[in-house]
């Protein structure tokens, strides 16, 4: 079983993102938006609208992409115990080598 996570860096290269995960074949996948603010699911500010419209968007590309069970955050990845999975994509990394 593969489970992986996709750690969303700039906006503009989720499809990269989505492709990495694809090329994976995961079971499950957590996708994490980098963030702080923690009114990011409730409040009416733009900036906390945008950034559920995006988690949304991924959601719905990497399970389409990928038919594995798909859940979401915004957080610091460093509160997340990445060795727990099985693969790590990070779409910054992923702009590095382009």
Known sequence: MTDILLIAGPNGHDEELVASAAAHHPHHVTVLIEGSDPAWSWSPAQTAH?????????????????????????????????????????????LATA
């Not at 988690?55 to 594995?68: E, N, R």
Request: charged share 25%.
């Open 50 to 94: 945008d950034r559920r419209d995006r988690l949304a968007t991924l959601l719905t590309a990497t399970s389409l992409a990928t038919g594995a069970a798909v859940v979401g955050m915004v957080g610091n990845p460093s509160q997340l115990a990445l060795d727990e999975f099985d693969a790590v994509i990070d779409s910054r990394k992923l």
